[in-house]
């Protein structure tokens, strides 16, 4: 008996230091790491893929990851996933509830009054989402109505964001692939853990390319034929071409119409749920200060219409740039591009009774 005892003893201790020298034990502390700071949402294979990396650990903004309530009040998680470089290899992951968020714009990376930025393009497999460029790498957003009937999460949606840098370029195909993933399977992981009845969407095989800058503009397709976002807007004053993405179930859609010189001269811009709040002054970035405008944006013309869920209103602007050698925009011909543009998408999000202001 002692001898097995012994022999017992010496296999456990054998196995301990395989565990540890084969890097076993620096696996699984990341991936408890990875649990512990984002709630058990976030697929580590999906982060490992996203940042290039088998080396992944998590942490949290938060004393407790989600702190959650009884009631399924309290703001879901925020935390972030680092690779062996630290802050120069990361993803920050943040999630809100509708009802309860800060910013949408801020958080999400868009930028909403820029001319010279990527488009935001839809995320692909029937999601509500989008992915972008920002400054650091690129953005991936994730919206998921809420089915339920009752209780604290009835009539709501959560959102998640995710902000990426230092692993792979984003003008890849296939990284781009890995973070709409990536944001996808957490946002469906999160729903299930938060109580959100929501239904997921597909498996994403292809993200939109993200092109943007004035070689993109001037080789942009002419209005007559342009398709996705700048569908049926016709040509006029000085607008020959213009620069969309295709549709899909993005909460905010862009288009941009471009001169004869190649510029950017108008911005579309269409707005659904959280972030038709954001720009509504809804949301907790901007509740307090001190605007006049009806408007987050800036804005030649606004727009809303009716659409299902709560709040029901879509929003929709145009902006212009003013360049030194231009005259003034023609204002009717801004004022019917938008009406066009905003009918269009509302038709393409089931909302009606589309009015300008």
Request: charged share 25%; net charge neutral; aromatic share 8%.
């Amino acid at each position: 008996m002692q001898y097995g005892a012994a022999a017992l003893t010496l296999l456990a201790v054998l196995v301990a230091g395989w565990f540890f020298a084969s890097g076993g034990y620096e696996k699984w502390r990341d991936e408890r790491s990875v649990a512990d700071a984002c709630d058990g949402t976030v697929p580590v294979d999906q982060a490992r893929a996203l940042l290039g990396t088998d080396d992944v650990s998590g942490d949290t903004s938060h004393s407790a990851a989600g702190g959650k309530s009884p009631d399924g009040s309290s703001p879901p998680v925020i935390c972030w996933l680092d690779g062996p470089g630290g802050y120069e290899q990361r993803a920050v992951v943040r999630m809100e509830w509708r009802s309860k968020a800060w910013g949408p714009h801020t958080v999400s990376g868009r930028e909403a009054n820029s001319f010279t930025a990527a488009l935001p393009v839809p995320i692909g497999g029937g999601w509500s989402g989008m992915v972008n460029l920002n400054d650091e790498g690129a953005s991936a957003t994730v919206v998921l109505e809420c089915r339920n009937t009752a209780g604290p999460r009835a009539g709501d949606s959560l959102s998640l964001f995710v902000n990426s840098w230092g692993s792979r370029p984003y003008k890849e195909a296939a990284q781009r692939v890995r973070l709409a993933r990536f944001a996808t399977q957490t946002a469906q992981a999160a729903a299930r853990e938060y109580g959100c009845d929501a239904r997921p969407g597909d498996r994403i095989g292809r993200v939109e390319p993200l092109d943007y800058g004035r070689e993109t503009y001037q080789d942009a397709p002419g209005l007559a034929g342009a398709s996705g976002t700048c569908a049926g807007i016709t040509p006029g004053w000085r607008i020959k071409r213009a620069h969309g993405t295709v549709v899909g179930h993005a909460p905010v859609e862009d288009c941009l119409l471009i001169d004869d010189k190649g510029r950017p001269l108008f911005r579309l811009s269409a707005y659904y749920g959280t972030f038709a709040d954001d720009q509504r002054f809804k949301t907790q970035t901007t509740r307090d200060l001190p605007k006049t405008d009806p408007l987050l944006t800036d804005f030649l013309f606004r727009a809303e219409a009716t659409c299902p869920g709560s709040p029901r209103q879509a929003v929709f602007a145009i902006d212009q740039r003013a360049y030194d050698d231009d005259p003034k925009p023609q204002l009717r011909y801004a004022r019917a591009a938008l009406r066009h543009f905003a009918e269009r998408s509302a038709a393409r999000h089931g909302c009606t009774d589309v009015k300008l202001f």
